[in-house]
């Protein structure tokens, strides 16, 4: 079954550093890149990067350089996204979404999504 | 970046409209736009990628369409499963930025 699972919900503390996981299966890991996407509450997608699985390159959305890092595993096939230095509006569902090699990049399968919450 | 104006933010309608959503873009990008429906507590749902070719499996009421910088998503005849928040996307370049999104709500 092609499916991208998630790890469960999180609860850090401003400051701390989450790191959310995705596994991929049903499908060849290397061909396709994962991006990250969360929304925070009430608000709407926002893109966070990029991962290619095949090469390790990556492309961060620039308000979050510094802070993130993603990461795949391809004897697991496992896509990681870690996000540093926590601050109360990171709070979100955050997705891994797979991207279509094809000519035109998008977005054909999603995780079902992990729930960050940052509070003291 | 490329920004991604939508438009309306949210509207009202019944079971049987036509319901039509609009995209604007800050700049060329082609035929480089996505559509997504998304429900609360469900993973976002491609409906439309290159403008205008519709996902498999997708119903045929919808349908999306483009001029220029502007492209627009159409809903034929409104279903009650149709009843969700809808996105657009840009695949141009980085980053993949999302519009604001328009929730589509029962009058």
């Not at chain 1, 790890?7 to 299966?25: I, L, R, T």
């Not at chain 2, 502007?70 to 930025?97: G, I, K, R, V």
């Amino acid at each position: 079954q092609v499916q991208l699972v998630q790890s469960g919900g999180e609860v850090k503390k401003p400051g701390a550093s989450v790191k959310v996981s995705c596994k991929a299966s049903g499908y060849t890991f290397t061909s396709y890149g994962i991006s990250w996407v969360r929304q925070a509450p009430g608000q709407g997608l926002e893109w966070m990067g990029w991962i290619s699985p095949y090469s390790g390159n990556t492309d961060y959305a620039q308000e979050l350089q510094g802070r993130v890092t993603m990461t795949t595993d391809t004897t697991t096939t496992t896509a990681s996204m870690e996000l540093r230095s926590l601050r109360s509006d990171d709070t979100a569902v955050y997705y891994c979404a797979r991207g279509n090699p094809g000519p035109y990049w998008y977005f054909d399968l999603w995780g079902r999504g992990t729930l960050v919450t940052v509070s003291s | 970046d490329i920004q991604m104006t939508q438009s309306p933010s949210s509207l009202s309608a019944s079971v049987g409209d036509r319901v039509t959503i609009t995209c604007r873009a800050s700049q060329n990008i082609n035929i480089y736009l996505n559509w997504y429906q998304h429900k609360p507590g469900t993973a976002p749902k491609l409906l439309i990628y290159a403008a205008s070719s519709l996902r498999s499996g997708v119903p045929s009421r919808f349908t999306g369409s483009a001029s220029g910088t502007d492209f627009t998503l159409t809903l034929s005849s409104l279903q009650p499963e149709d009843f969700a928040t809808y996105y657009c996307q840009q695949s141009y370049t980085t980053p993949y930025n999302f519009g604001q999104g328009t929730k589509v709500e029962m009058k």
